[in-house]
């Protein structure tokens, strides 16, 4: 029978009982079922759009429960946590307010200081790009209306006058450097640390260890300590670590703890009374540890003895064999800063220390972030009223981070000295409509009655359009499904995928025991982990529950009863959310055997109920559901099917909503799907995305981008070759032509992202050593003129990045290697240009000491030459140089070009 709860107009084909009807603004596509984003067309606008740059968006207008969140006021100031499931807009939201009360700041004349955090760096980027955007399309609108208002000129406004944009790791680092009391980092560490977060990327980080002769399989350096993260814990834990094969506890449990509460939790800090704890010893006791409430951890007391035992092997292990942890770094922070006073943290920005105080700060994903991590937040803010924290604990992508809003209100309220901040919720989906929203929140009503204390609660997600409900294919075999997929009568040997398709598996082992007769390109499979981060129009979830380490764990789903669903829509937070009704139909199903569920024992599920749910939300348009063990997935099909969130088909029903596999996509479709996936070719889903991205360009006839696309995957594999087992000559040789061949698919793409890999692959062949010179100048040349053409917020003379700095100097290394057998002065000069442009000053100078620069006067009048500022070099990459050279900055550089001068008679 079907329970109405409260009514609210949801879709195109809602009926709203002889009312009218609201039709929201969207595609024409039947197959689409999200909003149009509006503009505001001024002539601003249309100056930005004129302006032509691919990377500037306009600013769009957002919906009225968006517009209410960036202009809320509470009736006295307070901080505000704003929790939405993913899709539904928060970092929108939260760009838009951070705008608002920019520009409030600059209209009143005051200048405070706003900062932006999160743990991810692409998601930084791309929330500093939105804002800077922003700045040029209110730049634009006042040029507009006032062409002589200068004021509100982006291009005039200092970085200094900015928000700052960090990362959680860039704010600890400079935390540690500018607080008094004793650095965590040594200069060494600090440095190491500093670089090898810059250059993320394997390619730099492959160059740099060819060029220095540094073994690449080094897991321990000399020069200073190294940071454990869950990786390096995982090979602790299988080698060392692993507790009795009958406990519960398994390694991402283990890690939770530890991170979570005996050192990230509030009381793991001992607030008011530190001052005889060293920052070692600033964690949790066993005392302490067990008697933390059941809200904080879920374990028992023999699994928390267990756990606690675990963490004091990995603490002697750890410090024996030189790492540290965030969790060390992030207690050494906050032991300084719960010395300090208001009135030292003022006093700080009068020394010229720029990062504090903020007077507001904007969180994003904060679920990502630790309670000790957020009271150092809530401490360096003037303001503890003043913060914004997005996120969603159903989301939490930081291993080992357990995160609850309702933790976090209460520690504002007893320790931060603040007032309890204001919790505000978005559940207004925009990725995908309500059949799928439906699915995916009866998922999570499982996450709440089994693991409630795992997540804050929050009313199912509302599709603003109906659609089609997830489809259950009622199969015993593989072979029925591929015939229920594909039809009786097919023209080959696999099923074609569309452009906006793919099939999801629960691991990597499932992914490569797929049979032969599945009849799926094996690229169109991706496991969950792999398609995080993604979206398709239609997903097909294969065997989610056959693979599953729960096995027949699934049988608890019967413990959840209508009565639990009624108390679940009869809570306050889902009643007044706008839910328009629950279903819970009658049991004509075959039953499964009842399992009580135990908390304790049944904790896989909380991990695998959350994987169910990040499978479903990919998709925007279509789920389907297959399983070839019907037993396994029995429980969980008999409840979708009780609660009515999905249809089932067999070979004798309607399969016309299955039939949208191998649906035709145009030329353009296939091609823009190619660059998407390109775009996301990134950590573990790089090479499936590459894959993948290669497939489209294919299907979209541009065999010039596939392969470039194959190129760059070659190039990939390459990187894991260990070139000390090429042993034979035969090997060597076939090795070396494989390095050109990629590297001239790599050059022909003529695009800059794949030159820096072009070069590697050259230098990795030890036989073009200038020529791979040049590439690497090239590359940062041409990075940093992009750079600069595309942000016109910037003020030249602009410096090279940290980034673009390291191929100068790779060059230069490269540059000066040649001319020691070469001796040219025109190497000579390439040398000096790429270690001026990369900052490398003292390397210059000793180059024009060593005499192998300058012989004569016309040497070094072409010398002097890189040396002077003016119009035509300000765009260069020099320019930063020949001002510190004009401003007298480079003393020892600029003492040697003068001995240079005398001993040429000049």
């Known amino acids: 029978m079907s329970k109405e709860v409260s009514v609210a107009g949801t879709g195109r084909d809602d009926a709203s009982n002889g009312k009218s009807k609201h039709f929201d603004p969207a595609s024409d596509d039947p197959r689409q079922y999200t909003l149009l984003k509006f503009y505001e067309l001024n002539e601003g606008a249309v100056k930005m759009l004129l302006d032509g740059k691919d990377n500037m968006d306009l600013p769009f207008t957002p919906g009225p429960t968006e517009h ?14 704003l929790m939405g499931r993913s899709g539904t807009g928060k970092t929108t939201c939260l760009v838009f307010r951070m705008w608002a009360q920019y520009h409030e700041y600059r209209q009143q004349g005051t200048r405070p200081k706003q900062m932006f955090l999160t743990k991810n760096e692409v998601l930084c980027r791309e929330v500093q790009r939105s804002f800077n955007n922003m700045g040029r399309a209110w730049r634009k609108r006042i040029e507009s209306n006032d062409p002589a208002a200068i004021e509100q000129d982006w291009s005039t406004i200092t970085d200094a006058e900015k928000p700052e944009f960090l990362t959680s790791s860039e704010w600890l680092e400079a935390l540690d450097v500018v607080l008094p009391g004793e650095q965590f980092f040594t200069q060494v560490e600090l440095k190491k640390r500093v670089d090898t977060r810059k250059e993320k990327d394997s390619v730099t980080k492959g160059i740099e260890d060819y060029l220095t002769g540094r073994d690449v399989d080094e897991i321990v350096s000399s020069d200073g300590r190294e940071e454990m993260d869950f990786h390096k814990f995982l090979k602790l834990w299988k080698r060392k670590l692993r507790g009795s094969r009958r406990s519960s506890l398994n390694e991402a449990i283990v890690w939770r703890e530890i991170k979570s509460f005996i050192k990230g939790s509030i009381a793991s800090l001992h607030i008011g009374n530190n001052e005889h704890r060293s920052a070692q010893d600033r964690y949790l006791s066993l005392d302490e540890y067990l008697a933390l409430g059941k809200k904080e951890s879920r374990l028992d007391e023999t699994q928390r003895r267990e756990a606690y035992d675990i963490y004091e092997k990995y603490e002697k292990l750890k410090k024996e064999n030189g790492f540290y942890d965030e969790g060390d770094l992030v207690h050494n922070i906050a032991s300084r800063v719960s ?32 309670q000790s991590e957020i009271y150092v937040l809530a401490m360096l803010c003037r303001d503890p009223n003043n913060l914004f924290l997005a ?45 799928v929203l ?16 795992s997540l804050d609660r929050l009313p199912p997600d509302l599709g603003l359009f109906n659609g089609p409900k997830p489809v259950i294919m009622d199969v015993t075999s593989t072979e029925e499904l591929v015939l229920m997929l594909d039809g009786s009568k097919r023209e080959t040997s696999r099923i074609e995928f569309g452009a906006h398709q793919v099939v999801i598996v629960r691991s ?51 413990n959840y ?65 297959a399983e070839t063990d019907s037993e396994l997935s029995r429980p969980m099909f008999n409840y979708f099917r009780r609660r009515a969130v999905v249809d089932v088909v067999n070979r004798e029903g309607s399969l016309s909503s299955v039939r949208v596999f191998g649906a035709k996509d145009t030329i353009e479709d296939w091609k823009n799907r190619g660059e998407y996936y390109l775009e996301k070719a990134e950590g573990d889903r790089q090479n499936s995305c590459l894959r993948l991205a290669a497939k489209c360009f294919d299907k979209a006839g541009d065999t010039k981008r596939m392969n470039q696309t194959l190129a760059y995957l070659s190039f990939t594999e390459i990187e894991n070759v260990d070139e000390k087992k090429l042993t034979k000559t035969k090997q060597k040789l076939q090795f070396k032509e494989k390095l050109y061949n990629i590297t001239e698919q790599l050059l022909e793409a003529r695009d800059v992202g794949f ?55 790779y060059a230069g290394q490269l540059f000066a290697k040649v001319h020691k057998s070469d001796g040219t002065f025109r190497l000579a000069v390439d040398c000096f240009r790429n270690y001026v442009s990369a900052g490398m000053y003292d390397e210059a100078a000793d180059m024009i000491n060593s005499g192998d620069l300058v012989h004569n006067n016309k040497e070094f009048q072409r010398l002097y030459q890189l040396c002077i500022p003016s119009a035509d070099t300000m765009h260069d990459p020099t320019a930063t140089f020949r001002r510190d050279f004009q401003r007298k900055k480079c003393v020892k550089l600029i003492e040697a070009i003068k001995s240079a001068a005398i001993s040429v008679g000049n």
């Open 391 to 435: 996120g969603d604990t159903a989301q939490s992508i930081s291993q080992g981070v357990d995160f609850r809003f309702t933790d976090v209100r209460q520690i504002f309220f007893e320790h931060f000295g603040g007032t309890e901040p204001d919790l505000l919720k978005l559940t207004h989906n925009y990725r995908s409509h309500a059949g």
């Open 508 to 558: 990597e082992e499932a992914k490569k025991a797929l049979p032969d007769e599945f009849g799926v390109d094996p690229d169109w499979v991706m496991t969950v982990q792999e398609s995080k981060g993604l979206e398709f129009d239609d997903v097909l979830l294969y065997n989610f529950f056959s693979d599953s380490p729960a096995e027949d764990l699934w049988r608890i789903v019967s």
């Open 755 to 809: 030159l820096n890999k072009a070069a590697f692959c050259l230098l990795k062949t030890e036989e073009n050593d200038e020529y791979t010179a040049r590439m690497f100048e090239l590359y940062a040349k041409l990075t940093y003129a992009k750079r600069i053409s595309e942000d016109d917020s910037l003020v030249l003379p602009v410096t090279p990045t940290s980034h673009e700095k390291k191929y100068f100097q």
């Open 68 to 81: 209410e969140i960036i202009h809320y006021r509470s009736e006295t100031p307070k901080s505000l946590l």
């Open 339 to 370: 010395r300090l006073s208001r009135d030292d943290i003022e006093a700080l920005s009068t020394q010229g220390v720029s990062l504090i105080p903020v007077d507001s700060l904007f969180v994003d994903e904060v679920q990502d972030f630790t």
């Open 438 to 453: 439906r699915l995916a929140a009866c998922v999570v009503e499982l996450m709440y009655y089994f693991f409630g204390n």
């Open 561 to 625: 009863t209508e009565d639990d669903i009624k108390a679940y829509y009869a809570d306050a937070t889902v009643a007044g959310s706008g839910v328009q009704k629950y279903d819970w139909e009658s049991p004509l199903l075959t039953e499964t055997r009842h399992l009580d569920f135990d908390v304790n024992s049944h904790k896989i599920l909380e991990v695998e109920l959350k994987m169910l749910y990040t499978a479903i939300t990919r998709a925007r348009v279509n789920v389907f559901i």
